[in-house]
């Protein structure tokens, strides 16, 4: 990450910060975030199927838990159970779960992407990282996967990389609006905002695109300045009420830790870089 005139924890308060805020507002959409430093992992996955929506998600985790324990591995329950499991803050217990579903379903890239993503919710990146590796076959690329491994090289502070295979990704899955979702956020947690709002853009206009991206992109437009255009976006979704305090609540963050100073900061250095290593 450019830091430049920057103390050295600068970075780290920058992802903190946006990472909490990330977390508020996807958790107020019903949806939890990934612990760290990393973007919210938007890769498809048949654990989001609506076949396994339940208004009371406290009663859906102890009828999966049961469904899962009359048959461990079972790859359809054991995924919506560890997700389930995951954004109610049981990190450890999904790991076991997905960890028992990966000897069940050898290879299967959407079980492995689940896997890779809850170890790395633990903390056990570079663990996460092989699972994914081991998963992914060149022959035969798979974009979730891809997806997963940004998510995860993004978790351990290396944007670029992460960037990287979100791009592969993209190649796979031209305009996947979850890849593109997980690319924006990866954008601006290197702080390049502008790239961040494009791709944020691109994925929110997708007729798939959610409120997980739409708020995502509302972040982005708040920490760029464009309070407007930030509730604009989150007004898709909200009464405008909620709309407002929500880019209050981000106005508030931005106040409180100078994240906004330190963006902008950066992103002047970046673009004053720019013209030189044209030429």
Request: proline residues 5%; positive net charge; glycine residues 6%.
């Amino acid at each position: 990450m450019p830091s430049t005139l920057l103390s050295p924890a600068a970075p780290r308060r920058l992802a903190g910060g946006m990472i909490r805020l990330g977390l508020a507002l996807l958790l107020a959409a019903g949806v939890a975030g990934c612990k760290g430093r990393s973007p919210v992992d938007f890769s498809a996955s048949l654990a989001n199927s609506s076949l396994f929506q339940s208004s009371d998600p406290r009663a859906e985790l102890e009828r999966l838990g049961r469904a899962y324990d009359r048959k461990p591995g079972e790859k359809a329950v054991s995924l919506r159970y560890a997700q389930l499991l995951r954004q109610t803050g049981q990190h450890a217990q999904a790991v076991a779960v997905l960890q028992r579903t990966t000897i069940t379903n050898l290879n299967d890239a959407e079980v492995s992407a689940a896997y890779g993503k809850a170890l790395a919710d633990v903390g056990r990146y570079q663990e996460a990282s092989e699972v994914l590796a081991r998963a992914h076959t060149p022959d035969r690329p798979d974009w979730r996967l891809l997806s997963s491994q940004g998510t995860v090289a993004d978790q351990m502070g290396e944007h670029v990389r992460a960037q990287q295979f979100y791009d592969a990704a993209l190649q796979v899955a031209p305009g996947e609006p979850t890849v593109m979702a997980n690319l924006g956020l990866s954008y601006a947690l290197s702080k390049r905002l502008a790239d961040a709002e494009r791709v944020l853009t691109q994925a929110a206009n997708h007729p798939r695109a959610d409120e997980r991206i739409r708020a995502n992109l509302a972040l982005v437009l708040a920490l760029s300045g464009k309070f407007d255009q930030s509730q604009a976006v989150a007004g898709r979704d909200l009464p405008p009420q909620e709309a407002a305090k929500r880019v209050a609540d981000i106005k508030a963050m931005i106040a409180q830790t100078n994240t906004w100073a330190a963006i902008q900061q950066a992103e002047t250095q970046r673009k004053a870089k720019a013209p030189r290593a044209a030429n």
